[in-house]
């Protein structure tokens, strides 16, 4: 059973509005990932951590914004939400080893009006 | 670039009828091969994955994949679908080394099961 966490699950906002999707794991692990998805579609990395005050943008550009202060927690950031943000965020997480099993947490459905 | 296919959007099976799911990928070198299944409102949880060795591999749930390098496959099966299989599949690739977590997912197959 994976210890990640995503809140909010579901959250429906206006246009402009700053929004936070915070993601937590209690694994301890250094590495975390947040993945955009849109409905029928892949999965694309964009943003990752590989540990503390570490953060990345991963291969598909977004205008989110992370922070990793804490080694447990990852959260996501949109400083003006757009209807083109409308999607399913996935948090995910890791140990260092490359290729270990890695993590989901739940997702956040996120749609801007 | 790295890319993974999954040429089937949508696999209708009856329960207890076998199961195989495709995928391909274009990759430099031989990736960290994975498969995860998606229930509805739920996360990603791992099936199975190939690092090296034998390529035949057992995952969870009754499932398996079969790595063939010449094919630059890692399709995914299951000798009797259960009600219970129903969700969606991604099949990912990632990197040796370092990067070895960066993972590159394919579209997705949608699984339905009738009874």
């Known amino acids: 059973e994976a210890d990640i966490y995503q809140t909010p699950r579901y959250l429906v906002i206006g246009t402009g509005k700053k929004i936070t999707l915070e993601c937590s794991q209690t694994?301890?692990?250094?590495?975390m990932y947040w993945y955009q998805q849109d409905p029928g579609m892949e999965l694309h990395l964009i943003h990752y951590?590989?540990?503390?005050?570490?953060?990345e943008k991963g291969d598909l550009s977004s205008e989110s914004t992370v922070s990793r202060i804490r080694t447990e927690h990852f959260p996501l950031t949109l400083e003006s939400a757009r209807p083109s943000h409308t999607s399913q965020y996935l948090c995910?997480?890791?140990?260092?080893?490359?290729?270990?099993?890695?993590?989901f947490g739940e997702g956040s459905w996120l749609t801007v009006v | 670039a790295q890319s993974v296919t999954q040429p089937d959007i949508h696999i209708t099976v009856s329960e207890g009828a076998s199961l195989e799911l495709r995928c391909n990928y274009s990759?430099?070198?031989?990736?960290?091969l994975f498969w995860y299944v998606q229930s509805p409102g739920q996360g990603l949880q791992l099936l199975l994955k190939?690092?090296?060795?034998?390529?035949l591999v057992q995952g969870i749930k009754g499932f398996e994949a079969e790595f063939k390098r010449s094919q630059s496959s890692f399709n995914l099966r299951k000798p009797s679908v259960h009600w219970s299989d129903a969700a969606e599949y991604f099949c990912?690739?990632?990197?040796?080394?370092?990067?070895?977590?960066?993972?590159?997912f394919g579209a997705g197959t949608i699984l339905r099961v009738k009874s």
């Open positions: 995910a997480s890791t140990t260092g080893v490359p290729g270990n099993t890695i993590y």
């Open positions: 694994m301890g692990h250094d590495k």
């Open positions: 951590s590989y540990g503390v005050n570490s953060t």
């Open positions: 990759y430099g070198a031989t990736p960290y």
């Open positions: 190939y690092f090296s060795g034998d390529t």
């Open positions: 990912a690739v990632g990197p040796r080394g370092e990067y070895g977590n960066k993972l590159v």
